[in-house]
């Protein structure tokens, strides 16, 4: 009995050599779906991530939203030209990155939808700011609802009721912010230790 015993182990053992020289990866091995030899995610490499791939795109921030929805009830049209362009998106600290914009050459337009009339203010001189986001950093835990439409991606963050979107310049970069945000949101929110 042992032969066949000793022969079924070694015939596993050959099988389970030939997948590791194929480059099969190991049981346990590269979390989160990422292939063999792929970095394992993190806080900080997901931190890392949107550091650098943000700067550049465009960002409308929860007041800038809040702006379009104040006169969109007034039944105005809103828009900002051009959106602000990302600056910064460094880590503060685990869990805490800022997202600050540039918000000096954008216009805040408003038309009247009826006749066309329309406004323009420089948006810095309306807030008295030349950036949009927090030099503090926003924490990730704090994202309560978050999707994708095209290249953009949504966040609501708590005590929000309208979204910050981020504009990417395309969909599959949209898809890996969108996969980074979502990443830092379940890793981060203090709430996830009660197990809901």
């Not at 104040?70 to 805490?96: H, M, W």
């Not at 978050?146 to 949209?174: C, N, S, T, Y």
Request: proline share 5%; charged share 25%; glycine share 12%.
């Amino acid at each position: 009995m042992t032969g066949k015993t000793d022969g079924r182990a070694c015939a596993w053992l050959l099988a389970l050599l030939a997948l590791a020289a194929a480059g099969a990866p190991a049981y346990g091995e590269a979390p989160d779906g990422a292939g063999a030899g792929a970095p394992q995610r993190s806080i900080a490499s997901a931190q890392e991530f949107l550091r650098q791939v943000l700067p550049g795109n465009r960002y409308v921030s929860t007041f800038m939203a809040g702006l379009l929805e104040k006169a969109r009830r007034e039944g105005l049209r809103g828009s900002f030209e051009p959106l602000p362009a990302i600056v910064d998106a460094n880590p503060v600290a685990e869990c805490r990155s800022m997202l600050l914009a540039d918000i000096e050459g954008t216009d805040f337009v408003v038309r009247d939808r009826a006749t066309g009339d329309g406004a323009v203010s420089n948006l810095a001189d309306l807030v008295n700011d030349g950036l949009v986001g927090s030099p503090d950093g926003f924490d990730f835990g704090s994202i309560r609802a978050l999707h994708r439409a095209g290249p953009r991606v949504h966040l609501r963050f708590a005590g929000e009721q309208l979204d910050a979107v981020v504009h990417m310049e395309g969909e599959e970069i949209a898809g890996r912010v969108y996969e980074a945000f979502d990443y830092l949101r379940r890793r981060c929110d203090a709430a996830a230790a009660t197990g809901f």
